[in-house]
């Protein structure tokens, strides 16, 4: 068996007629939907890319075989690991801020709710010990918005809210300003 390192993600196998009976490998009877077969392919794979030093583990493999006279040739290809895509599931415009600490989160309910500016629809969360606000609005007032500016970090993207919404801790789920800033003052 002889092994050749075509490239960062390309290897070269190429078995004579003595290391097929060794793999027990009949070229015309290799079939993928063999179990054996595919045990004696994927155990050539794993040692022809142990000796070339490339790592097939949790990526995606493409494995072609071409019969040539005596010898049969296995070209590996290693494909990166593939990145997740992630659909955010409620496509409507929202608003997120992110308040900090506890300290700095309550004062600005308080605020909020003393200045009587409460929206409807808007909830809390905790997400890595930061408290964070999201409005169910494409927009807010101005006055909501630059006293948000004030105390808080500026507006985050829509997967960054997705993430808070998803992974977060949920502390109000309707009306946070109202349902929390009546028990602060």
């Given at each position: 068996?002889?092994?050749?390192?075509?490239?960062?993600?390309?290897v070269l196998i190429i078995l004579c007629n003595k290391d097929m009976e060794e793999f027990s490998i009949d070229f015309e009877r290799v079939n993928l939907h063999d179990s054996d077969s595919r045990r004696a392919l994927i155990k050539i794979m794993k040692l022809g890319c142990?000796?070339?030093?490339?790592?097939?583990?949790?990526?995606?493999?493409?494995?072609?075989?071409?019969?040539f006279d005596?010898?049969?040739?296995?070209?590996?290809?290693?494909?990166?690991?593939?990145?997740r895509s992630y659909r955010i599931k409620d496509a409507g415009k929202c608003v997120c801020y992110s308040l900090g600490g506890s300290g700095n989160f309550l004062d600005t309910l308080e605020k909020l709710y003393r200045l009587n500016i409460c929206c409807n629809r808007n909830?809390?969360?905790?997400?890595?010990?930061?408290?964070?606000?999201?409005?169910?609005?494409?927009?807010?007032?101005?006055n909501l918005?630059?006293?948000?500016?004030?105390y808080g970090k500026s507006r985050m993207s829509r997967v960054e809210t997705a993430r808070i919404r998803e992974n977060g801790k949920l502390i109000c789920s309707h009306n946070?300003?109202?349902?929390?800033g009546k028990h602060l003052v």
């Open positions: 068996m002889t092994v050749d390192k075509l490239g960062e993600n390309k142990s000796k070339a030093g490339v790592e097939i583990c949790n990526r995606n493999v493409d494995i072609e075989a071409l019969p005596d010898e049969c040739y296995i070209l590996i290809t290693v494909y990166e690991k593939n990145r909830s809390a969360y905790l997400y890595k010990e930061s408290y964070y606000i999201v409005f169910d609005y494409p927009s807010i007032p101005k918005k630059r006293l948000l500016s004030e946070a300003i109202l349902q929390i």
